[in-house]
Nanobody, 113 residues
Framework: QVQLVESGGGLVQPGGSLRLSCAASGVRFSLYGMAWYRQAPGSQRELVASITVGAATNYADPVKGRFIISRDNSKNTVDLQMNSLKPEDTAVYYC???????WGQGTQVTVSS
């Protein structure tokens, strides 16, 4: 049974940083690309960043230069380092294995003073 468990969300002031982590189990992690999505209230879920099996990365325009996605195949984890956070980054962040339908439960990120 595949499980994705996110952690690291919380409340942070504008300009601050947070690091999200997603731990995967029940899957041969090293064989899959991974992605982070987010969904703000009243908005559709959107792709934030993705990382391939070979660790090539891709970012949505709003987060380029601020967020960094990384993976650790020895720990079956994919992280999202979020810097220079803005109020518009407020959302529930989800971990995903692309094209498999597997999602985590989400972790809330709130950027507010």
């Amino acid at each position: 049974q595949v499980q994705l468990v996110e952690s690291g969300g919380g409340l942070v002031q504008p300009g601050g940083s947070l690091r999200l982590s997603c731990a995967a189990s029940g899957v041969r992690f090293s064989l899959y690309g991974m992605a982070w999505y987010r969904q703000a209230p009243g908005s559709q879920r959107e792709l934030v960043a993705s990382i391939t099996v070979g660790a090539a990365t891709n970012y949505a325009d709003p987060v380029k230069g601020r967020f960094i996605i990384s993976r650790d195949n020895s720990k079956n984890t994919v992280d999202l380092q979020m810097n220079s956070l803005k109020p518009e980054d407020t959302a529930v962040y989800y971990c995903n294995i692309p094209r498999t339908g597997h999602w985590g439960q989400g972790t809330q990120v709130t950027v507010s003073s």
